[in-house]
């Protein structure tokens, strides 16, 4: 057994599990941090993977829903969570959550994670550490939103849209340009300060290992814990030869930033687990606030639409030269 201190959704995590078991956690959030993680100060997550084969024992326990029971000392036994084949007991007290797994696949589930192996990997990730970061962070009044958070030229960028619009493109050319980041996918937000989800950067290029949509994952240079967004900007995808942009309302703005989130298919599974976990613990809401805190960013933040052009073009710090020097500057609200 083994065991790692990770930082995601601005949680500390303590992962505990065999060797392989752990490396395929820490391989979910980017690789280690152990740079900026000091072991002396205490996770409230505790995550931990059994190699029994064993189910858990539900006696004094109610049925909440399908494959899902609870009793009355904020304990929740969960079947193959999200169809991964990982039974899971969630259980909340003053010290935290701590959440333990078991791998207990049926046949159809076994066949399909060898034949599937890179949906496999991205299942287990959300699963086993993603998904219940995120379910915490929530007790804390924090909503997940999938969105891109990166510093450029100075100004934190909350860059929104659905999945495949080229956010984390552009994220990764400013990283290579000095960018400072905290998330191209993933992150929790109470409205002020956005904390990223720790994952590989995916893109189009290079040769880690295969993710969805031909894409590969890549380690992380300069990835902080957190950053407080500043302006807002919504992607599209164009078919002009050149970018435009366009100022955007707060409920425009705000829209754009839940429909990618909503849409966002590493989440597709997280919203009936996080309404099943809040129903049975009575911890949390059932539903995080998205709308909420998008609509709140946005009131308070200046938006803008960029729609990219037919062809890859310059970077963020070219594409929002004026946006940024304007921000700066203090000339829009």
């Not at 993977?49 to 304990?75: C, K, L, M, Q, Y």
Request: aromatic share 6%.
């Amino acid at each position: 057994m083994s065991s790692e201190l990770l930082d995601t959704a601005g949680q500390r995590v303590e992962v505990h599990g065999s060797n392989e078991v752990v490396r395929s956690i820490v391989a979910a959030a980017g690789g280690h941090e152990r740079a900026r993680l000091a072991s002396a100060d205490r996770a409230a997550l505790v995550l931990s993977v059994e190699d029994s084969r064993e189910p858990f024992r539900i006696s004094g326990f109610e049925p909440v829903t399908r494959g899902a029971w609870a009793n009355d000392s904020g304990e929740v036994v969960l079947e193959s969570v999200g169809g991964s084949g990982f039974d899971q007991r969630w259980c909340v007290d003053v010290d935290g959550l701590r959440v333990t797994s078991r791998w207990r696949p049926s046949y159809r589930e076994l066949g399909a994670a060898r034949l599937l192996p890179a949906r496999q990997h991205a299942l287990r990730g959300q699963v086993l550490l993603h998904y219940p970061a995120l379910w915490f962070a929530m007790l804390r009044g924090f909503a997940p939103l999938h969105v891109s958070i990166v510093e450029v030229g100075g100004v934190v960028v909350l860059l929104a849209g659905p999945g495949g619009v080229g956010k984390s493109t552009l994220v990764s050319r400013a990283l290579a340009d000095g960018a400072r980041a905290t998330c191209d996918n993933l992150a929790v937000c109470d409205g002020t300060t956005a904390y990223g989800v720790a994952e590989p950067l995916r893109l189009l290029t290079g040769d880690g290992r295969r993710a969805f949509h031909g894409r590969r994952e890549q380690t992380w240079t300069r990835r902080v814990r957190s950053l407080p967004p500043e302006l807002i900007v919504v992607l599209r995808r164009g078919t002009e030869e050149t970018p435009q942009i366009r100022p955007l309302t707060a409920q425009q703005a705000a829209r754009g930033i839940v429909a990618g989130t909503y849409s966002a298919g590493e989440l597709r599974r997280f919203w009936s687990l996080a309404a099943v976990v809040g129903s049975a613990t009575g911890c949390g809401p059932v539903h995080p606030p998205v709308e909420q805190i998008a609509m709140s960013l946005a009131e308070r933040l200046p938006c803008i639409e960029l729609q990219l052009g037919r062809e890859p073009g310059p970077g963020l710090a070219e594409l929002l030269k004026r946006p940024l020097a304007s921000v700066r500057t203090g000339g829009v609200r």
